[in-house]
């Protein structure tokens, strides 16, 4: 075990020892694999130095690497959305090559369950439509192959989820970006960028179930959706599984004006929504299986404490079996603890 100054810590190195909060509460895990976020996480709480496990110098940097690489290539494809839904503005010819390339990066990430964890650190508020097309992408994937999907499948499901706002590049800047709620006004001009988006696809040599997709992605099972107000089985299931991967990029990000929420309240979100306006088999696939990534993170709870997850109520994955310090909650029963973010994996 190695002394480290926090500000010499480096992404990929291997946590030696809890780091432990004042009232006796583990902030950080000891095993946890350190990430730029985590590192500025415990500046920010005033940690000078940790205790580091040593290992070859290979192990850190191969993680280390993995991680930049992750990153590097996360930023890579968005820049490639960007500069393809750029330049649809003013044009009708899209460069539907391209695009297939990119929806198939987005199943490479979804197979890399790491790298899904990783799309958390990487949202970025200004490139909120970019990255929220391609993580809409990599959940729809994710789901698609959960689901049974085959790999030829797989290729539409991706594409659908990337493409789906694609007819946003339609509507004025103005309201796509205004910082603040819409009028209703604004919001009725929105929703058209659905039927934009198909009639952009269906003159491109994109698969009718991509472009049927993109249409229905604001329709809901319950009828309550735009702009057909398509009832359950009149609704393709591929836009089905965008819809929920939608919800749950768009909770979990900062937008505009609004700043994201946890994992957890998403997957609550969800799990409410799936009542009425979601297909309950596609929901519950997805928020089952998401939660499952929560294992073992640790989280931040409504009244500023933290804990581990330990355990999973699969009747209620938003409300888990937690550590803090040296007891274990069980937040199906404790009403007034709420987890309100994820701050390690
Ligand atoms: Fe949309
Ligand atoms: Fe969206």
Same mark, same amino acid.
Request: no cysteine; charged share 25%.
């Given at each position: 075990?190695?002394?480290?100054?926090?500000?010499?810590?480096?992404?990929?190195?291997?946590?030696?020892?809890?780091?432990?909060?004042?009232?006796? &509460?583990?902030?950080?895990?000891?095993?946890? +694999?350190?990430?730029?976020?985590? +590192?500025?996480?415990?500046?920010?709480?005033?940690?000078?130095?940790?205790?580091?496990?040593?290992?070859?110098?290979?192990?850190?940097?191969?993680?280390?690497?993995?991680?930049?690489?992750?990153?590097?290539?996360?930023?890579?494809?968005?820049?490639?959305?960007?500069?393809? =839904?750029?330049?649809?503005?003013?044009?009708?010819?899209?460069?539907?090559?391209?695009?297939?390339?990119?929806?198939?990066?987005?199943?490479?990430?979804?197979?890399?369950?790491?790298?899904?964890?990783?799309?958390?650190? =990487?949202?970025?508020?200004?490139?909120?439509?970019?990255?929220?097309?391609?993580?809409?992408?990599?959940?729809?994937?994710?789901?698609?192959?959960?689901?049974?999907?085959?790999?030829?499948?797989?290729?539409?499901?991706?594409?659908?989820?990337?493409?789906?706002?694609?007819?946003? =590049?339609?509507?004025?800047?103005?309201?796509?970006?205004?910082?603040?709620?819409?009028?209703?006004?604004?919001?009725?001009?929105?929703?058209?960028?659905?039927?934009?988006?198909?009639?952009?696809?269906?003159?491109?040599?994109?698969?009718?179930?991509?472009?049927?997709?993109?249409?229905?992605?604001?329709?809901?099972?319950?009828?309550?959706?735009?702009?057909?107000?398509?009832?359950?089985?009149? +609704?393709?299931?591929?836009?089905?599984?965008?819809?929920?991967?939608?919800?749950?990029?768009?909770?979990?990000?900062?937008?505009?004006?609004?700043?994201?929420?946890?994992?957890?309240?998403?997957?609550?979100?969800?799990?409410?929504?799936?009542?009425?306006?979601?297909?309950?088999?596609? &929901?519950?696939?997805?928020?089952?299986?998401?939660?499952?990534?929560?294992?073992?993170?640790?989280?931040?709870?409504?009244?500023?404490?933290?804990?581990?997850?330990?355990?999973?109520? #699969?009747?209620?994955?938003?409300?888990?079996?937690?550590?803090?310090?040296?007891?274990?909650?069980?937040?199906? #029963?404790?009403?007034?603890?709420?987890? +309100?973010?994820?701050?390690?994996?």
């Amino acid at each position: 075990m190695k002394k480290y100054a926090v500000s010499e810590a480096k992404p990929g190195m291997k946590l030696g020892e809890d780091i432990n909060a004042s009232q006796g &509460a583990t902030l950080v895990p000891k095993g946890t +694999i350190l990430t730029q976020r985590i +590192i500025y996480y415990l500046m920010d709480w005033g940690i000078d130095s940790i205790l580091v496990i040593e290992e070859s110098e290979s192990a850190t940097k191969y993680r280390e690497e993995k991680q930049l690489d992750f990153k590097k290539k996360y930023l890579d494809t968005t820049q490639k959305v960007m500069e393809y =839904m750029e330049g649809l503005k003013g044009s009708k010819a899209m460069k539907v090559e391209e695009v297939k390339e990119i929806a198939e990066e987005l199943i490479m990430y979804a197979s890399d369950i790491d790298s899904v964890k990783l799309i958390t650190d =990487m949202k970025n508020k200004d490139h909120y439509t970019y990255q929220h097309s391609m993580n809409v992408g990599i959940y729809a994937s994710l789901l698609g192959r959960w689901l049974g999907y085959t790999k030829e499948a797989l290729k539409n499901i991706s594409m659908a989820g990337l493409l789906h706002d694609i007819g946003k =590049m339609r509507i004025p800047d103005e309201i796509i970006s205004k910082p603040g709620p819409l009028t209703n006004k604004e919001f009725e001009i929105v929703k058209n960028h659905s039927v934009f988006g198909y009639e952009l696809l269906k003159h491109n040599e994109v698969s009718v179930e991509v472009a049927i997709a993109v249409l229905q992605h604001h329709e809901r099972e319950n009828g309550t959706g735009y702009p057909f107000k398509l009832t359950g089985t009149k +609704i393709h299931p591929y836009s089905k599984i965008v819809t929920v991967a939608d919800i749950f990029d768009a909770i979990t990000s900062n937008r505009v004006y609004q700043p994201r929420k946890s994992p957890f309240t998403a997957v609550k979100e969800l799990k409410e929504g799936s009542f009425n306006d979601l297909d309950p088999k596609v &929901a519950s696939t997805f928020f089952h299986r998401i939660a499952d990534f929560f294992i073992g993170s640790t989280v931040i709870f409504n009244d500023g404490t933290f804990g581990e997850i330990v355990f999973l109520n #699969k009747h209620e994955p938003t409300k888990p079996l937690v550590k803090l310090g040296n007891h274990f909650v069980d937040l199906s #029963k404790d009403k007034n603890k709420e987890i +309100i973010d994820v701050l390690v994996f």
